[in-house]
């Protein structure tokens, strides 16, 4: 991290908060090299994915929309990032542990970033 490096906050490790550290951290002063931006991203979980993560409201008081057996309504084809693409063996409509699967194998090289159980108000 460069000292001038601008501090940005990203709300969430979901698919729009991953994407956006993920931009961020790979902005690049083109005089040096260096970071242009001091990322860290704030996920009130204990587990990156968002929404994607499934809880029940007996383990976590933040509980997601997700349930057993729920599967996407919009293709994979659809939620793929450009640079991450799905395992050849995930279906065309994904269930959420799939689609949390991707989120975790999408953010490795940005886990020092991530701040779980830290929620904003």
Known sequence: ???????????????????AAKYLLAERDPTSD?????????????????????????EDDFQTPMYPGLETNVPRTMMTYKYCPYLEDVSLFPT????????EDHSTDIGDYINLNSETT
């Open 96 to 103: 959420h542990d799939k689609i949390k699967q991707y989120l």
């Open 34 to 58: 260096a970071s242009i931006f001091d990322v860290t991203v704030f996920e009130r979980h204990s587990e990156i994915a968002g929404i994607w993560n499934f809880t029940s409201p007996t």
């Open 1 to 19: 991290m460069e000292r001038n490096a601008k501090k940005v906050a990203v709300i969430g490790s979901g698919v729009a908060g991953l994407a």
